[in-house]
């Protein structure tokens, strides 16, 4: 079965970073479309940024634009998100999804991490 593996969440406070890790053990990630969602309690389920297959383009949610960034690595068969200048809302439990069948971020994701938890507290 397909899986894909988050890693990297933890406790920082605000100000701080962290930076999360995605991977897949059976397939090379450079031929998905992955994004990076979160969702907290009581708020909906948001898009955080995206990287499209065909030619590496970055989006980003206005909530993060200028202080997370997303980047592959294809030796590693990796995608990370790098959080910097984190916020209280920041926190969220995080979920790594990918779909093998575009190039555009806003199609729908086809496989989903089980998530891992973010929490920005002083």
């Known amino acids: 079965q397909l899986q894909l593996v988050e890693s990297g969440g933890g406790s920082v406070q605000p100000g701080g970073s962290l930076r999360l890790s995605c991977t897949t053990f059976?397939?090379?990630?450079?031929?998905?479309?992955v994004g990076w969602f979160r969702q907290a309690p009581g708020k909906e389920h948001e898009r955080i940024s995206c990287i499209s297959r065909a030619d590496g383009t970055t989006y980003y949610a206005d909530s993060t634009k200028g202080r997370f960034t997303m980047s592959r690595d294809s030796a590693e068969n990796k995608v990370y998100l790098q959080m910097d200048k984190m916020k209280p809302e920041d926190t969220a439990l995080y979920y790594c999804a990918l779909t093998k069948y575009s190039d555009n971020c806003d199609y729908g994701m086809d496989l989903w991490g089980k998530g891992t938890q973010v929490t920005v507290v002083a």
């Open positions: 059976e397939f090379s990630l450079d031929y998905a479309t």
